[in-house]
Nanobody
Framework: QVHLVESGGGLVQAGGSLRLSCATSGRTFSSYHMGWFRQAQGKEREFVSVISWNAVTTYYADSVKGRFTISRDNAKNTVYLQMNSLKPEDTAVYYC?????????????????WGQGTQVTVSS
């Protein structure tokens, strides 16, 4: 069983920054692709970013490209999401997810394990 725990969310003014972390259990974290998704109130969960197991490849949603940066530290079993220039429309619960098999993916249904989420609120 794999457990994912997000942290780092909070309340920030527009234009500010936050850094989310997702710590995972298990000894094979370095073998898996990791993704970040978000879900705003009343909306469907949407893809934010994904990073390959070796951190060579990353993808971003167009809405966050140039503002968010995904990274990982395999020695610490942790994936990060640095969020800069935050906007009110970034307000959501942010989830990290782990994909055990296959290529990098942007669909939430392609991920096998999820964290409990961390709230990010951006005030205008």
């Amino acid at each position: 069983q794999v457990h994912l725990v997000e942290s780092g969310g909070g309340l920030v003014q527009a234009g500010g920054s936050l850094r989310l972390s997702c710590a995972t259990s298990g000894r094979t974290f370095s073998s898996y692709h990791m993704g970040w998704f978000r879900q705003a109130q009343g909306k469907e969960r949407e893809f934010v970013s994904v990073i390959s197991w070796n951190a060579v490849t990353t993808y971003y949603a167009d809405s966050v490209k140039g503002r968010f940066t995904i990274s990982r530290d395999n020695a610490k079993n942790t994936v990060y999401l640095q969020m800069n220039s935050l906007k009110p429309e970034d307000t959501a619960v942010y989830y990290c997810a782990l994909r055990r098999y296959g290529n990098l993916a942007v669909r939430s249904s392609d991920y096998d394990y999820w964290g409990q989420g961390t709230q990010v609120t951006v005030s205008s």
